[in-house]
Structures are given as C-alpha cells and as structure tokens.
C-alpha cells in the first residue's frame, strides 16, 4: 500500500549498489508463480473504491502529451478471436436507444438549444426568403468575379455567395462576396466582425496594396 510522503526503500538504487534490485530485474515482465497463486480469484484492494478528483486530475496531467501505449500496434488474429468469443450473445450497449451516443444525464436534448434560446438568436432572420433578384445567373457573375475563389482561405471547390452586410434583400454587387461552404458557415458568428474584415479584404484587393497599409491610414 503506498501512502503518501513516504519514500520507497529501492528509490536512487541501482544493480550496482544493492543485490535486490538484481532480483527484481529477474522478475521484470514475468509473473511470479506463487504470487500468482496467492492472488488468484482474489479481488483487487482497490476494487470499488472510485478515485478521488484530485487523483484523477494528476493521471490526466501526467499522461497528457502522452500516446497511446497500443498506438501503431495491430491485434493479432488470435486476439481478435478471443475479443469476438468474448462478446458474443451479449447484446449491444445502444441496442433499443435511438441514435449511436450512449444516453446519459449529459446528452443535449432536442430543442434545449434552438429557435430563441441558441446563443447566436438573431429573431429569426434566417427563415426570411432571398430577393428574387438572388438567381443563379447573378451567383455565377459574382464567382466569375472573384475569379471563383473563396475570399477568406483561397478554396476553388464547393463555393457559396455571401451578403456582407447578412441583409437577403441587398443583393447589389458591392455586397456580394465568394465564399466556400466551410467559410459561409464561419462567418455566421461575430457577425460585426466578420462584416468589417471581409470589407478590409476587398478594398485590400481592390487596389492591391497590403492590410497594414490599409490600418496606418494609407489608401
């Protein structure tokens, strides 16, 4: 049993200043027969007792960083048998459960998030329709523009057409940009953010000079 501040009698030893440790070494990856026997059918000291929070937080600070032991490994054959004899006629943890996550106090429940109560409620303004003037024609002019590239991380594949300033009825050039699908969906969060950096973008572009000419006041 290891209790805490004391220290063990093999700490700082070595093969060459005391025997015992060469009698250890013997041992090292092998199971003492009569240890063994002693212990068998015998259940764990610790069996039953939950650790602590502050002993969990010390495993997961010590092996963070840390791979997996079995990274880069394969089951062997053999003990891919065994696991698949083991588990065989015991059913499934999510059988009878809808879905594939394990139902628990944790999980999201349907509508805890959605319509006013989603962190990012801007009263509805994504039900409203586009303008009629929002046709494929006038998307496929704006990506030819924009030399069918996405503004913010240059993709040429699965582009999508943005209104700047999130207003589906402005559908004037100047507020149509070329964005891919992944960027479209980011920029739905920090809205003023995102509005005032895809407007430092293309006037960046515009008149081809740097951001940080841009930021010092110089056109």
Known sequence: MFTKGYTPWNKGKTVNTD???SKLR???GKKNPACSAKKKGKPSWNKGIPCSRETKDKLS???MGKPSPFKGRKHTAEAKR???LAGMGRPAWNKGTKGVMRP??????KGQFAGEKHHNWKGGVSRLPYAYTFTDKLKSQVKERDSWTCLLCRRTNDLTVHHINYNKIDCGPENLVTLCRSCN???NFKRSFWKDKIKVLLLTKKNGVKSGE??????
């Open 61 to 63: 600070r010590v092996n």
């Open 82 to 84: 065994k696991i698949g």
């Open 185 to 187: 969906s980011k920029v």
């Open 26 to 28: 013997y041992w090292f």
């Open 214 to 219: 841009l930021q010092n006041g110089q056109p």
């Open 104 to 109: 628990n106090s944790g999980t999201i429940k």
């Open 19 to 21: 025997p015992r440790i």
